[in-house]
């Protein structure tokens, strides 16, 4: 009866630890998933990364040259606020 109780126990242990091998395993899958997932943003965001490092300076270009178009503008309403003033 105790060679029948320990065959059981060690056949019980055994099931126990496939069990946790396999849950082990379909762990493992789903982050290799994750994983592949991860790197496929890290692509995309170093993508981006690389098309904007040069917007800095675009953006002070930009304002300079809104700047001048602001001051030309001002020149224009002048003008043709005198315009107007000398033909009233």
Known sequence: MTGLLTVLS???AWALLGMLFVGLLLVF???QSIRHWFEKITVGVRAVEHQT???PARGSRLTGSLAEA???LDRASERL???RR???
Do not use: P, T, Y
């Open 86 to 88: 000398s033909g009233s």
């Open 29 to 31: 899958k789903s982050l």
């Open 81 to 83: 606020s005198d315009v």
């Open 10 to 12: 060690v056949l019980a």
């Open 70 to 72: 602001l001051e030309e």
């Open 53 to 55: 490092r040069d917007l």
